[in-house]
């Protein structure tokens, strides 16, 4: 025993001094992350690492993650229900709360099921996985969330990555796989831009084609459609899309995600779905504070109405300092800095006054167009919104960010299929930008 174990010390060190050699080329690239710690709860302001600053950069869209009752109904499930759900969904952990909150979820999207997940991440892992089938085709927008690429990825189908909102680059790939089993995923608002799929074009060439087509709401749930339904429900093919993904921790204030579907594929999903079937259940906590949430939102539709009205604030004033106007309506918007030294600068100087609007780089998003992802909320002030475009464009001009900002170049790394994301497509077509790995 003893033997084997000095034989083992020196990989064990090798290793470790590979890794240290790995992280010093991500100092050196630029791309070198570290966690940041927020003390208290999250709201339009926090105390970052010791710090009060105003914060842009968190998904808690309408505020609820702090509210007192949704706070209260964690509180509530967690006496009567305990911490944990003590085991998967199909062994012992699905509890009559999970029920009651999917019920509520298919009545909030208007599908006759809704089941849930440990998270988003695990939810598009499952969905994509089970409807694409290993002899089937799956087509994923360029742009999609790493876990829709994950899941492309793990479904052992054929992977086809069509060019971003491209919907003639997607029917001209369905129409050269005709015949076959295909599912077309994309996401409803991009997370890293904020723009919104073409989804009644979708829905249009996937019915052409025969194919599925499942969409990860998870930016639109909550912020965007009538009563924050969601980005389907805005483009009014909510009864025409196979499979919604939903999540709970973004706008709902919670945690976990769901499928919003027919009775027949959540059945179909509770079997096959990997990613639910060998998971631990939602925490009844969790469970409790997203009912609660959900109660909200219904009740008040006009936690909406201020998320879109502050966004529209935070664009205007975002122009106002000479920053390029993005493609995009929602809550999301980019700054593109271009190199990921310039905007981890960027972020330094804001948060210097007081703004933290986080700095992103690849793999999350393609090379050249490192960014602050600001995402706005419903309980910021227009005032303080105007004030940090201030900041942010004094930011921008000291890290060397030219105003109005350069259209993101584009760049050439692999996508999810494992080749440029263009290959086999039309040659009279331009080639795409990179796929976005996360």
């Known amino acids: 025993?003893?033997?084997?174990?000095?034989?083992?010390?020196?990989?064990?060190?090798?290793?470790?001094?590979?890794?240290?050699?790995r992280l010093r080329e991500l100092q050196a690239a630029g791309l070198h992350r570290r966690l940041r710690t927020v003390e208290g709860p999250q709201g339009p302001r926090?105390?970052?690492?010791?710090?009060p600053v105003l914060l842009l950069c968190s998904d808690?869209?309408?505020?609820?993650?702090?509210?007192?009752?949704?706070?209260?109904?964690?509180a509530r499930a967690a006496l009567r229900?305990?911490?944990?759900?003590?085991?998967?969904?199909?062994?012992s952990g699905t509890m009559a709360l999970h029920g009651e909150l999917e019920r509520r979820l298919a009545a909030f999207k208007g599908t006759e099921a809704a089941l849930l997940f440990g998270s988003g991440y695990l939810a598009n892992l499952g969905v994509v996985g089970a409807l694409a089938g290993r002899d089937g085709v799956v087509l994923s927008d360029e742009l999609n969330h790493a876990s829709i690429v994950d899941g492309c990825r793990l479904s052992r189908a054929e992977v086809v990555v069509f060019?971003?909102?491209?919907?003639?680059?997607?029917?001209?790939?369905l129409a050269r796989r005709r015949g076959r089993q295909a599912l077309v995923v994309t996401d409803s608002v991009f997370s890293m831009d904020g723009d919104v799929a073409p989804l009644a074009e979708l829905v249009e060439v996937a019915r052409r084609h025969g194919a599925r087509l499942a969409v990860d709401d998870a930016h639109g749930t909550g912020c965007v459609g009538p009563g924050g339904r969601g980005a389907v429900h805005a483009a009014g093919v909510q009864d025409e899309v196979d499979v919604v993904v939903g999540t709970l921790g973004k706008a709902l204030g919670a945690y976990g995600a769901f499928a919003a579907c027919s009775g027949?594929?959540?059945?179909?999903?509770?079997?096959?779905?990997?990613?639910?079937?060998?998971?631990?259940?939602?925490?009844?906590?969790?469970?409790?504070?997203?009912?609660?949430?959900?109660?909200?939102?219904?009740?008040?539709?006009?936690?909406?109405?201020?998320?879109?009205?502050?966004?529209?604030v935070l664009r205007d004033a975002l122009a106002h300092e000479g920053f390029a106007a993005p493609d995009s309506a929602t809550q999301i918007v980019p700054l593109v800095a271009g190199h990921p030294e310039r905007a981890s600068r960027m972020c330094e100087l804001a948060l210097e006054e007081g703004v933290f609007a986080q700095a992103i780089h690849p793999p999350i998003v393609p090379r050249g167009t490192s960014r602050l992802r600001l995402s706005?909320?419903?309980?910021?002030?227009?005032?303080?919104?105007?004030?940090?475009?201030?900041?942010?464009?004094?930011?921008?001009?000291r890290a060397g960010v030219p105003l109005p900002a350069a259209e993101p170049p584009a760049a050439g790394s692999a996508s999810v299929a494992g080749e440029p994301p263009g290959a086999g497509s039309p040659p009279a077509a331009p080639p795409p930008p990179a796929a976005r790995a996360a």
């Open 1 to 21: 025993m003893l033997a084997r174990k000095r034989e083992a010390e020196p990989l064990a060190a090798g290793g470790v001094s590979d890794l240290e050699e």
């Open 264 to 312: 027949v594929v959540a059945r179909y999903l509770m079997n096959t779905a990997r990613s639910l079937i060998f998971s631990t259940a939602l925490p009844p906590p969790v469970a409790g504070a997203a009912l609660a949430a959900l109660e909200l939102l219904v009740e008040e539709p006009e936690r909406v109405v201020r998320l879109q009205a502050n966004a529209r």
């Open 81 to 91: 229900w305990g911490a944990g759900a003590g085991a998967s969904r199909l062994v």
């Open 376 to 397: 706005v909320m419903a309980t910021h002030d227009a005032g303080e919104l105007r004030e940090a475009a201030r900041v942010l464009g004094r930011a921008a001009r």
């Open 60 to 74: 808690d869209y309408l505020g609820l993650a702090a509210d007192g009752r949704v706070r209260d109904g964690a």
């Open 46 to 51: 926090i105390v970052l690492d010791g710090r």
């Open 163 to 173: 060019r971003h909102r491209d919907v003639e680059h997607l029917g001209w790939e």
